[in-house]
């Protein structure tokens, strides 16, 4: 059984942003992967110090940032 994708209101917004950079396809792609497991080995995240917060490189300056919920299985 997978995780549920949960999509803040304000991330949203930044869809528009992942267009016009053509980002899009990459962000697809780590959403499937979280949809999967979060923390899928051979697959690079990092942990965001002092934050419950995690982290994947769209490119060097874009990033999708998420927190995970193991008791719900569900990724915001």
């Known amino acids: 059984m997978g995780y549920h994708i949960r999509i803040k209101k304000n991330a949203k917004r930044d869809f528009v942003h992942l267009k016009n950079e053509n980002l ?3 962000f697809d ?3 499937a992967i979280l949809r999967e497991d979060p923390f899928q080995k051979g697959s690079i995240y990092k942990k965001l ?3 419950s917060l ?3 490189r769209l ?3 874009h990033r999708l940032v998420y927190r995970v919920f193991e008791e719900t299985k569900t990724v915001i």
Do not use: C
């Open 24 to 26: 899009h396809k990459k």
């Open 29 to 31: 792609f780590l959403v």
């Open 49 to 51: 110090v002092g934050f």
């Open 54 to 56: 995690y982290s994947r």
């Open 59 to 61: 490119t060097i300056k």
